[in-house]
């Protein structure tokens, strides 16, 4: 399976995990500073930002992208609970 390096640039700790993974799962294990509520991508409360690997995260969903416009997220934000690790080296901090 394959592996991916995410840095969670608020508390300077990167880690590898599997492909598929969830950055809110990672995030959770590790303590970093992305707060969640539902999980399921309808509040918005999760935003990140993709400061690096951008292009390493899976696609927004349609869901995800009306939460983030109705956020005014910028242009490299994601939901942590709904973008999913490719691979690759990905950074993230929270919005």
Known sequence: ????NVTFEDINITVSVPAGTRVIEVSEKVGAGITYGCREGDCGTC???VTDGWQ???EPSVLEDKVLRENMAGKHNRLACQAQILGGNISVKPA
């Open 56 to 58: 390493h995260l899976t």
């Open 47 to 49: 935003i990140m930002k």
């Open 1 to 4: 399976m394959a592996k991916a």
